[in-house]
């Protein structure tokens, strides 16, 4: 729902590492505007927006940006302006752009299915798992075998199958068709076709939190206090107000920690999101569930510091580029077991000395 494109160097160095120009940024920064209708604050900046009305996933500015003026002007303090953030990405404070429409979630269903249902050349099969591509002799996609009401049915495919399952979903199918590391397709009893290092370089941004910041003034979400019939008439009819906001982010920022202020590049490693979010009576029961963080904890916690109630904020901080990476395994040949999932977080110790530089600051 926060609409965060990436820096133009993240692009570049997916071109070196796969030896596929097409990744530039400058290649991609074409589909970024196809995909947009956008309505946001940028539109000026033809080169990364283009004509609004263009695409069709609506991006707009938020209407309700509850402490936004007092980040960006923290962010001044520390020398840095108040920039948009997507075009391109770089170093700055700013406002959040979001992929809502009207103040609503306009995911990939909404922007880019619900409309062209009736079309001849699109066939939505609900209910189903893929569960492996078929290779042919050459090793060439030729359909997707999925598991349907229990039944085993083959998709053909007369040019190209195009794998999005997701960051875990893709390396799991590619494992089950056969596409991974030898041994250890072995050792789950399949066939390998294609030995690659499928789910070898598992990569999460690991983010960490910093509450509560207790603030004097009525501008964060507690709902107890703010959800009234106001608020849900702002949002019903007119995409406004604290109901638009996720999990009350309404700004973030992009910095660099000293590692790369030393290469005198500007490809920021830190992100931080504001959370306009008050200290209201179940915060520790949600936080909990989040973070496995003990409830009884961060009751005790925020009890001592006379927060419950309290308006306030919460900083997230975000690794942006992180150096550890985990690896997704089989745990069975069954495509219907989740796979074994080991993040690594934290084992490049790198990491743990930049997130604590984005907590410093
Ligand atoms: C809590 C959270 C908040 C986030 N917030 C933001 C945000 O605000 N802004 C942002 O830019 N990004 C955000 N992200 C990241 C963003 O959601 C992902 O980058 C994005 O969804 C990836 O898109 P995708 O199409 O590759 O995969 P997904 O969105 O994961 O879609 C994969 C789909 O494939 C389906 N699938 C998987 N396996 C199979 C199978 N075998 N057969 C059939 N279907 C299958 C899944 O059910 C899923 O519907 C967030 C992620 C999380 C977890």
Redesign the pocket.
């Known amino acids: 729902?926060?609409?965060?494109r990436g820096h133009p160097l993240d692009y570049d160095l997916w071109a070196n590492i796969t030896g596929d120009p097409g990744w530039k940024y400058e290649n991609v920064l074409p589909y970024f505007k196809k995909s947009l209708d956008y309505h946001g604050a940028y539109a000026d900046n033809e080169k990364h927006y283009g004509q609004a009305g263009y695409g069709y996933l609506n991006v707009e500015k938020r209407t309700y940006k509850p402490l936004h003026k007092y980040f960006v002007n923290g962010g001044k303090e520390l020398g840095y302006s108040e920039i948009d953030l997507n075009g391109p990405q770089k170093s700055g404070f700013g406002p959040l752009e979001v992929?809502q429409r009207r103040g609503e979630r306009h995911g990939?269903f909404a922007a880019f299915l619900k409309n062209f249902m009736g079309r001849e050349n699109l066939r939505v099969i609900k209910y189903?798992?893929?569960?492996k591509i078929k290779l042919d002799k050459n090793q060439r996609a030729v359909g997707v075998w999925?598991i349907q009401h229990g039944k085993k049915l083959l998709a053909k495919v007369s040019k190209e199958v195009i794998l999005?399952?997701?960051?875990?979903?893709?390396p799991?199918?590619l494992l089950l068709s056969g596409i991974g590391p030898k041994e250890h397709l072995k050792s789950v009893g399949i066939k390998p076709r294609v030995d690659l290092p499928v789910g070898k370089n598992m990569k999460d941004h690991l983010a960490t939190m910093i509450f509560p910041f207790i603030i004097n003034v009525t501008q964060s979400m507690i709902p107890e206090r703010d959800f009234g019939l106001k608020t849900f008439t702002d949002y019903f009819f007119q995409g406004h107000g604290p109901l638009t906001l996720?999990t009350g982010t309404s700004s973030h920022a992009f910095f660099s920690s000293s590692f790369v202020k030393k290469t005198g590049i500007d490809w920021p490693d830190l992100q931080l999101y504001l959370m306009a979010v008050g200290m209201y009576g179940s915060f520790s029961e949600d936080i909990s569930s989040l973070t496995k963080v003990r409830k009884e904890l961060l009751d005790k916690y925020l009890e001592s510091a006379s927060a419950i109630g309290k308006d306030a904020f919460v900083l997230m901080i975000n690794l942006a580029r992180v150096k550890s990476f985990g690896e997704l395994k089989l745990a069975s040949k069954d495509?219907l077991k989740h796979p074994i999932i080991d993040p690594r977080y934290l084992s490049d110790p790198h990491d743990l000395k930049v997130i604590l530089e984005g907590k410093e600051a």
């Open positions: 729902m926060l609409y965060v992929t990939t189903a798992q893929a569960v999925y999005s399952s997701g960051s875990v979903g893709s799991q199918l996720p495509p």
